[in-house]
């Protein structure tokens, strides 16, 4: 494997890696663990705001490669994703609204539809939050958040999935040290 990494300057970080895994994946049914090929890309943005806040971006790219048998042969199979997600802090350091959104290409067997088993499916999904956090407390930061997000699965796997967009919401609590 091997990746290179630059940062040409204190806003911004570019890395582009690849790499044979070996074993890395679960195999179809009973078979064995699968090697997998992968390469990423990715580029991250932070950008201090008036007053002391900070609002970070990063787009990223990966693609994986594997060869898996399947009853009468075997199939070879590449699977690309794309992300792309933003935070804001506040100056106060304890708003944080973030987003994100991510398409990807899953195999059959990742999602349990094994009918179509050479199928590559493309699946969606858009998330936006919030954090609050709280004042110090012996040297840990409390917080609580929530999000909000929609799934967005191709026709042929709606029925499965109750529709073609699946709404979902999180709660969740923070515990970070304090800087």
């Known amino acids: 494997s091997a990746r290179v990494a630059l940062a040409p300057n204190d806003r911004w970080s570019l890395q582009v890696s690849a790499g044979h895994l070996h074993e890395s994946e679960a195999g179809l049914g009973s078979q064995p663990r699968q090697d997998v090929d ?47 997600e933003s935070s804001l802090r506040s100056a106060s350091g304890r708003h944080h609204w973030f987003g994100r959104f991510e398409v990807v290409g899953k ?44 799934s967005i699965v191709p026709p042929l796997l709606a029925p499965r999935y109750g529709g073609r967009v699946a709404p979902g919401f999180g709660v969740f609590v923070s515990l970070q040290p304090a800087p």
């Open 107 to 150: 195999p059959a067997h990742d999602l349990h539809v094994h009918e179509y088993i050479t199928e590559i499916f493309t699946v969606g999904k858009g998330q936006a939050g919030y954090l609050h956090q709280f004042a110090r407390v012996h040297g840990w930061t409390p917080g609580i958040g929530g999000h909000l997000n929609l």
């Open 38 to 84: 992968r390469a990423t890309a990715s580029a991250s943005y932070v950008r201090p705001m008036a007053g002391g806040g900070t609002w970070a971006n990063t787009l990223a790219y990966g693609v994986n490669h594997d060869s898996s048998a399947v009853p009468g042969g075997t199939i070879e199979q590449s699977t690309h994703a794309v992300l792309a």
